[in-house]
């Protein structure tokens, strides 16, 4: 029988073969120490929580995985990262020590740094860090990494490597991963900071020893993101809180809005003045929304890489119903 485009469409699924593949390697991995990426996600000065510090020692086989589409994205940052490496030593940088891993015993600390660069008589740590075009714009000094709880993490992840190695500075060369341009952090130690990470590992390790855990924190964004939430806060429910209404008007303005969305020109005043500002309206905090109106319409939506609101309405009943 003659092969049909819809067969050669089907046989050459690469994007559920691409699933499959991280599906399978999705694993938790043992963890006998702090590691130097993660400590910066525990420290208290740093938003971080002690507790999930204790349980990344003491339960990681209870962690809950990242769904797929993670596993992907962190490949290929790590893949654009291995280039960088090889680029800055074509650009006749003396890179040496790569991969380089350690242990500080004393801590319980490990790393695993992804070069040091050789200039004059010292050898300041280079990390390379690859991110989204919209990351990249908003980062250029130390301060900017402030910005997110895993930029957070960079810094202190970085200082321990300059306590460790017993220098002064540091290099972040981040880069961005859609258009391929890159540029360097350079990093003078915090000594503040890399005082509250080692704090923060004896305190870890201190519980680890005795299998107890620290307090819990009280910060719902944090718990919120958090692998451990479903053992540490099994009875508390997370995600976008649900709002209801029966705003009947609301719905009549949707209703129209999709009956009519090929009419650009005469439901753009209807969405960008009534409907949109008022799903708007109904977000919390952190500008998400998840909103069951009047029985009928599901409303979910919130702000995406770029910041931008986006919205999603699905039909869940009829008038009828009602
Ligand atoms: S759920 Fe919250 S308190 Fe519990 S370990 Fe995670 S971050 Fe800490």
């Known amino acids: 029988m003659a092969i049909t485009i819809n067969e050669i469409i089907e046989a050459f699924d690469i994007r559920g073969a691409q699933d499959n593949y991280y599906e399978n390697r999705k694993k938790r991995y043992a963890s006998y120490t702090n590691r130097a990426s993660s400590i910066g996600y525990f420290v ?63 801590y319980q600390i490990s790393g695993h740094i992804d070069g040091k660069w050789k200039y004059k008589d010292i050898e300041p740590p280079v990390e390379i860090k690859s991110m989204s075009p919209f990351i ?36 972040f060369v981040c880069k961005d ?17 890399a005082e509250d990470c080692l704090q923060t590992a004896e305190i870890i390790n201190e519980h680890v020893k005795n299998k107890t ?51 650009k020109k005469e439901i ?17 905090d952190e500008g998400r929304v998840n909103l069951i109106l009047g029985k009928k319409y599901h409303i979910t939506g919130k702000k995406d890489a770029r910041g931008t609101f986006r919205s999603r309405i699905d ?4 008038e009828e119903e009602e």
């Not at 991963?177 to 900071?193: F, N, R």
């Open 177 to 193: 991963k859609s258009s391929g341009a890159i540029k360097p952090i350079v990093v003078e130690m915090d000594y503040q900071l």
């Open 136 to 171: 990249f714009q908003k980062v250029g000094v130390y301060e900017d990494l402030n910005k997110e709880s895993w930029l957070r993490a960079y810094k202190a992840q970085i200082n321990i490597y300059m306590l460790y190695h017993n220098i002064e500075f540091g290099i």
């Open 44 to 106: 208290p000065s740093l938003n971080g929580c002690q507790r999930k510090g204790v349980y990344e020692r003491l339960n990681w086989r209870d962690k809950q995985l990242f769904d797929t589409q993670s596993y992907i994205r962190f490949e290929e940052g790590n893949r654009q990262e291995e280039h960088v490496l090889s680029d800055l030593k074509k650009w006749g940088f003396d890179i040496i020590k790569q991969q380089d891993d350690f242990i500080w015993e004393k």
């Open 315 to 318: 039909l869940i009943g009829t």
């Open 268 to 284: 753009e005043h209807l969405w960008n003045d009534i409907i949109r500002p008022s799903i708007m309206a109904e977000c919390d």
């Open 213 to 263: 855990y620290p307090d819990q924190i009280n910060d719902h964004k944090v718990c919120e993101k958090c692998l451990y939430n479903h053992i540490c806060m099994p009875d508390v429910e997370f995600g976008i809180p649900l709002k209801i209404s029966e705003d009947k008007k609301a719905v009549q303005n949707i209703d129209y809005y999709l009956a009519n969305k090929f009419k």
